[in-house]
């Protein structure tokens, strides 16, 4: 190969790309069509067993021969995210304007850190997120960033957060003089079944996890708003911020949004609502369930779960563009000084990272290709998906429902007869959940509650009918009757 067949621009370049391109395409759908179930069943040793040659040899294979060894080798042994029976994880089966996007934001390659780098990218990033501030009601004022996903979203949050408190109440500059000596008293709250990442979030911000304080939840797992009283009244240090969660990853549960913001107001605390999952309810009928995130400080958003954007892909919202120079650096090599001179944007000053990808562009293209009632359809079908399918679980003697699904999540165990010790379904839910991982038929998930192993399903991707929901209990059924050494009941 010359150096004209492995670079765009030329004729030569063009012609190596649709090759390339093509020969891609055909080995990812190849392999969709070779797998109907969404996982090979392979195990960790089965798979580094394909690898014994050296990732770097001498000599180079030529791109055909190595696109096919990652067809036999790694697209088979992928899992199957666009599989209908699929239903772990919030991992969405990505759509296809996503990946076109995706594939015009790698070959373009901008990055969006300074404007000569990214300029259309740059303008469209911008508008994108204008749009999802006006999407969630914020002020004119609000502005946002991409970020790689939630648990950046929500770094990023808690840093303005912690940086404008730090400022405004001891006037420590954290940027430059780091954490002040009150530090040891700030405290976070979000709700006991929010994300671990808030946690996270503390320890990389120097507060350390011990800084967040989780309010218990009510029996449809939400914040319950009297417990959160109690907190903020016996609450030992100083609060700061307060998080809700729009969407928690195990029962969907929507915090009471309103109520919550009511609270931040009272005690003066920066309010960050966590959408990564529920954000996308804003573009369907059941966008009042979000109520109150108008009120936020800022907002995570991802599109990589319920936007079935491929992944990565998440922003950031803040209510006010002015916290942003809470965390504003200027780097003379990206040229600040010209961009406030022609007010030329200069994302970079926005964002944690500095290269950074155009990931805008998949909504964008998504957003413009289906319009609001589009998206709005696939992501109500599968809310009444989810509906549908937490009855057929709770009509099934041998299945126990742990509640009503909020989004798509939903939660249950296997639970062959009455009586049985919670001991001995903890053990049968968890060696079925390994079993059907083995199996590869369906990728469920796994999860705890109230300490007892439970099963999900996670109801993401539009193409899952409730016929395969029945067929995935039968497949769990056959799994639990093999690890408890029973027939399979038929
Ligand atoms: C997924 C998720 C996160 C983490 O986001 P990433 O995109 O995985 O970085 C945080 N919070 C909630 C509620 C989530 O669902």
């Known amino acids: 190969m010359s150096s004209a067949d492995l670079f765009l621009g030329g ?192 320890h990389h911000l ?61 005690h003066d605390l920066w309010f960050h609502v966590d959408a990564a999952y529920g954000g996308a309810l804003a573009v369907t009928d059941r966008a009042p369930l979000l109520d109150g995130i108008e009120r936020a400080d800022s907002v995570a958003v991802d599109f990589h779960k319920l936007f079935y954007q491929p992944i990565s892909c998440g922003a950031l919202l803040v209510r006010d563009a002015a916290s942003f120079e809470w965390m504003a650096r200027n780097a003379a090599y990206l040229n600040p000084e010209a961009h406030d001179d022609a007010g030329v944007p200069n994302l970079v000053a926005k964002s944690m990272q500095t290269t950074r990808r155009f990931d805008a562009l998949k909504p964008y293209l998504t957003f413009r290709a289906l319009g609001r009632d589009g998206l709005a359809a696939l992501i109500e079908g599968t809310l009444e998906l ?31 007869e009455q009586g049985l010790a919670e001991e001995t379904v903890d053990r049968l839910n968890a060696a079925t959940r390994e079993a059907l991982l083995s199996d590869g038929r369906a990728i469920v998930a796994r999860t705890t509650v109230d300490g007892v192993t439970s099963l999900k399903f996670t109801l993401l991707n539009p193409t899952t009918t409730l016929d395969d929901v029945a067929a995935m209990l039968d497949i769990i059924r056959e799994c639990a009757a093999a690890v408890s050494g029973q027939e399979v009941p038929r």
């Open 11 to 202: 004729d030569t370049g063009e012609s190596a790309y649709r090759a390339a391109m093509g020969r891609a395409t055909d080995a990812v759908l190849s392999s969709f069509a070779d797998d109907e179930d969404p996982y090979s069943g392979f195990s960790p040793e089965e798979l580094a067993d394909q690898f014994a040659e050296p990732v770097l040899p001498e000599t180079g294979t030529g791109l055909a021969a190595a696109i096919d060894e990652v067809e036999d080798r790694v697209l088979s042994h992928s899992v199957g995210t666009s599989n209908p029976q699929c239903v772990a994880h919030l991992q969405c089966p990505p759509l296809i304007p996503g990946l076109a996007a995706e594939m015009m934001v790698a070959a373009t390659n901008q990055s969006l850190d300074s404007f000569d780098q990214a300029p259309a990218a740059t303008v469209i990033e911008e508008r994108v997120v204008a749009a999802l501030c006006s999407l969630f009601d914020l002020p004119a004022v609000a502005d946002g960033v991409f970020t790689s996903g939630g648990t950046q979203s929500n770094v990023q949050a808690l840093l303005l957060a912690r940086d404008r408190f730090c400022g405004t109440q001891f006037g420590r500059d954290v940027q430059q003089q780091g954490l002040p000596p009150e530090a040891d008293d700030l405290r976070i709250l979000c709700s006991a079944e929010a994300h671990f990442t808030g946690k996270q979030a503390a």
């Open 206 to 266: 120097g507060l350390g996890e011990d800084a967040v304080v989780t309010v218990p939840t009510d029996e449809r797992h939400r914040m319950d708003v009297d417990a959160l009283d109690d907190t903020l009244t016996d609450l030992e240090g100083t609060p700061f911020a307060l998080v809700a969660t729009a969407g928690t990853t195990d029962f969907g549960s929507i915090d009471p949004l309103a109520a919550v913001a009511d609270r931040a107001r009272e």
């Open 386 to 416: 989810a509906e549908d399918a937490a009855e057929l679980v709770a009509a099934a003697e041998d299945f126990e429902l742990l509640g009503e699904p909020t989004l798509n999540a939903v939660v249950f165990r296997y639970r062959p």
